[in-house]
């Protein structure tokens, strides 16, 4: 397991083989090449679905309301942190 927190203070736990997975290699890839909203197929492929669940909780305002930029914003540096880690173990 790769134990992630992002600077809003969300924790998650990405198994390794999630890594590993073509399909989630599709997703990021069709969301580079435009389509958006392919990174919440792939948030969804990396962290599962209680994890995702945990994130919506977690990102909810007072009001009720789960501001799709929260979550964005949370899925983007869960991957950026992925990646950096990636390239320091390469090293």
Do not use: W
Request: glycine content about 4%.
């Amino acid at each position: 397991m790769i134990d992630i927190t992002t600077s809003k203070g969300f924790t998650c736990a990405i198994p390794e083989e999630a890594l590993d997975d073509y399909e989630l290699l599709e997703d990021l890839v069709a969301a580079q090449n435009g389509e958006q909203l392919r990174i919440m197929d792939a948030a969804r492929r990396l962290l599962g679905n209680d994890q995702m669940k945990e994130l919506k909780e977690f990102v909810r305002s007072e009001n009720g309301r789960v501001k799709a930029s929260d979550i964005f914003a949370a899925v983007s540096e869960i991957f950026a942190i992925l990646t950096e880690q990636n390239k320091h173990a390469k090293k």
